[in-house]
C-alpha cells in the first residue's frame, strides 16, 4: 500500500482552526458581524460570557487580525471592537455553521437520544 502524502501544512491549519473555531471566537465573531461595532461589556451582557474568557477571546482574535480594538482617551476609558477585513472575511463560514447547525438540530437531538439509550441499555 502507497504512504499517503504528508501534509506539511496540517500543523498550521490546526493552530488557526483551534482558534477561529472555539466556540466564544465564533459568538463574539458573530455578533460584530451583526452590530458592527461593540463594548467590552455589550458583548460580555449579550454573549453570556464570563469577563476573563471574553478578555482572552478578543485579544487572540486581536493578535490573529480578525478583532479591531480601538481605544480613546476618554475617563473612563473607551474601547470599541469590530471586525477587521479578515474578520469579515470570516463572517460567511460562521454564518453557514450557524445554518447548518439550525437545520440539523433535530437531527443531533435524535442521534444523541439514541445514543444515550444505547449507552444506559449496556
Known amino acids: 500500500m502507497a504512504e499517503r502524502p504528508k501534509c506539511p501544512d496540517c500543523p498550521r491549519i490546526q493552530e488557526v482552526l483551534s482558534r477561529v473555531g472555539d466556540k466564544w471566537s465564533v459568538l463574539v465573531v458573530t455578533a460584530l458581524g451583526y452590530n458592527d461595532v461593540m463594548r467590552f461589556n455589550e458583548l460580555k451582557r449579550h454573549l453570556g460570557i464570563s469577563q476573563r474568557m471574553l478578555s482572552l477571546t478578543l485579544r487572540e482574535l486581536e493578535r490573529d487580525g480578525l478583532v479591531r480594538r480601538t481605544q480613546y482617551p476618554t475617563i473612563p476609558p473607551k474601547v470599541e471592537y469590530a471586525l477587521t477585513p479578515l474578520g469579515q ?34
Open 89 to 122: 472575511s470570516f463572517r460567511e463560514p460562521v454564518r453557514l455553521m450557524g445554518y447548518w447547525a439550525m437545520d440539523n438540530l433535530a437531527n443531533i437531538d435524535a442521534a444523541r437520544a439514541s445514543f444515550d439509550e444505547r449507552s444506559e441499555a449496556s
